[in-house]
């Protein structure tokens, strides 16, 4: 039985979820009742022929289609977009894709408040979220506001059955690291915690059997549920030092997203776990198991990922960079932040090391 000694506040967020296999033919219904009539698609280049058919079936709403997304959300790429978006005299924003497309158009919101429909084609979670993060001259910086949070969501399962194994494995992982560091966060509450340890039920069951058969549904639905319950634990309580340390590696170093928080993710839980007890006492719930750092480390390599920052790409002087700019804006964080554990934490994640 939960116990309620502490207060604490919750805050709801504004969005529309259209969640189910083929759930992308409500598009248009969104659209209109939206009043969405000069509409621009966003995505990467990856997304480019999906987008151009997406326009030929939704007919003369769609003014252009702008492929050219990527990782980071470098505000060069936002300020093309800018030129498309006020030369149509767009009225909305259409993004299909992981977290660099919604990138963008989150990227476009915030400049102009037009609303967003997204459909989410990866587990980053971006699209619960109304944070931007823009990289320019090598910073990758955080802007939060309201009109960046996108006003509908469209989970269609469908167009996740094709997002390669290794992308779906360190995706999830990063799905979860919202989750774990919601668990801990400074300002969490019962309904996130429940929703945290739920979405991480969910992915670990559902990563294995994506792993085994990309196209399974059973497992690409929950894979993008849990992702669902991650994106909003990311969208409601304070990330801490993992996110912290990801955010840093990503805009100093170009790192791939997903895939430096599942090197990383393992070695910040086990930083912190001695710091969390009710965390860990969910994780090892939702894991089915006593050791929650271990076990995801295990769960990540047994899938084929990458575990190690170093064959991601960080230099080896990169640790002491990146152990210096994560004591800058210093934010909450279960165990105090000490220079040489933190150090030591990057060491052991860049040399790709189980967590003891
Ligand atoms: P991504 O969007 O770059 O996608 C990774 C690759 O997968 C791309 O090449 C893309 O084309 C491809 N892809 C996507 N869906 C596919 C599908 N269904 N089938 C085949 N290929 C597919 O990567 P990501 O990890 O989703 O997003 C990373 C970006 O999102 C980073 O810039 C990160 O900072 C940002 N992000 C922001 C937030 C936030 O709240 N602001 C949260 C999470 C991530």
Redesign the pocket.
Known sequence: MQRFNTPFVYTSAQSRVVFGAGSIDFLTRELDQLGLNKVLIV?????RAFNEELRLKLGGRIVACFSEA????PVSVTNEAMSIVESHQVDGVVAV???????LS?AIAFRTGLPQVVIP??????EM?A???ETENEL?VTKSDPKIRPKVVIYDVN??T???VA?SVT?GM?AIAHAVEALYAHDTNPVIATLAEEGVRSLVKALPLIAANPEDLDGRSNALYGAWLCGIC??SVSMAIHHKLCHTL?GTFNLP??ETHTALLPHALAYNAGHTPQAIERLRRALDTISPAQALYDLAKKLGAQMSLKELGMPEEGIQKATELAFKNMYPNPRTLEPEGVKVLITHAWQGKRPL
């Open positions: 995505g990467t280049a990856g997304q990527v990782m980071h959300t894709g992981g977290g660099s497309s919604i990138g989150k084609t990866t587990y980053a979670g971006s979220t944070i931007l993060g990758k167009l996740t094709g997002l390669p992308i995706s990063n990311l969208g990503g997203h997903a």
